[in-house]
């Protein structure tokens, strides 16, 4: 295990405490503005964040403590076995790689998307499933304990550099795919705990570990009111199973601890409602296509999908859209693409919003609809992935009229379907978190306060991340002590980065 304390201490010495601000060269005023800036917008959305405590307390200073997430995930490693890494990052980035460079703001805040993962992730853990599973299954809890202390002291004690200048790292949230937070957590409620059957013996736990959702009372699938009857429900039951190192070691919200545990939009959307929104829509669009034969009409959506990534310079990636590709093999099951690409879904659903546009179906209600939600969705996704960190008050507002423009579409998409016997637009538990993102951006806009854009938490760049080292675990043999080689071969690798983006100058050629 690498610690947080350990980095900070190695960017203190170094003199690149930059990168954790976002910025390409040191600039120690700028980078206290930055800070500074962001405790203040944070600040209106979590009054009562233990941050704010300890600063007036004189524990910590705001201008100098860097806001950092922590993110975990399984990836692939040696023969095929699940390899599990841990990294941290500052929320503060270099905003999106295709983005023109035209922030002049002083104390810009930008989303951490852009550049290698290897100089904006930052490796802590790295560990075989065996490691922490049968015999060894006491390491999971002990090393989240390790993670929880070592932010711990990054908010009390803090790192100097070499002028005995002092920073804090703020750990503010824990990100990743749904099973890991359910499972660093230790939630009673999480999207496996969801209602199954028609009849039930004993009462659902619910679906999310903010709110109520999901238990008898609290429906999750409100999505045609900006106002389900979930919002009250948040933070009023404990959902842990046991009591959390991370809530006893870090700085949180009183009351609302389970808030540490953030939803990512990427797993949320490109991995999650798109994927189910896109399945429905290319199984109605291809029943436009004139063939009698199912195969045939897939092949048809195939060829005219193919053809406008050609002409549209975009990677297809996918060389045929089956029906096996959205598990549509029989009319009554609910198509839902089954592709684990974020990348498809984001190009299918451009691709989509194009026949949409060139075309309109006037007679037919659930494509008309569909279109609609199309629009309102890409708009959506647009904005976000054009906007800084922040959000002011009227973006927050247009952004949250636009998700619950969607989430009224596919409820209504969902509802008018079943009414004409059809499965399309299943309704799956993560459509409540994009509920839960969007009621978020409207209270934003109601308390007039700046909202925190939905991919400033994103773990979009840190899959990408722990897709590195679980690579590097398939290459490293074996034998003992696999671990540290595998850390070897990362930091090596890190290293190489970090000179290349002049972070590191070596001395003497
Ligand atoms: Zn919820």
Redesign the pocket.
Known sequence: MLKIQHWFEFFAKNSCLHILHGLKKPHPQREQAICKAFWANWQKLHPDHGVFKEAAEGTLCLDRAIPILLHGDEGRGRKHGAHFVMSFHSIFGKGFANQKKTCKVWAKMQNNFAGHTYSNRFMLVSLRKRDYTDMNSDTWPSLMTAVAEDGGFMWKTGVANTQGVRYWGIVVAMTGDWPFLHKSGSFTRSFNTIQKRLRINRAPAG??H??R?GQPDVP?EQLETRRPS?IPT?FTQDPFAEPSPFTEHLLHEEGKEAAFWTYDWFHTMHLGVIRNFVGSAIAMLTELEPYGNKDERFSAFTRKYRSWCHTHSRRAYCTKITKESIGWEVNSKFPSAQWHKGGLSTVMMEYIESVFRSQTFPDDELLTMTAEACFAVQDLSRILYRSPMWLNPELCKLCSELGFKFLRRYGQLATCSKRMGRCLFVLQPKV?LLQ?FMVDLHAAHQKNVMGLNCLATSCQPSEDFIGRPSRLARRVTAQAPVLHRIMDRYLQSAYAHFIRLRYLVRTGG
């Open positions: 679906i999310c903010l709110c959702s999750f979930w948040q409540h839960h």
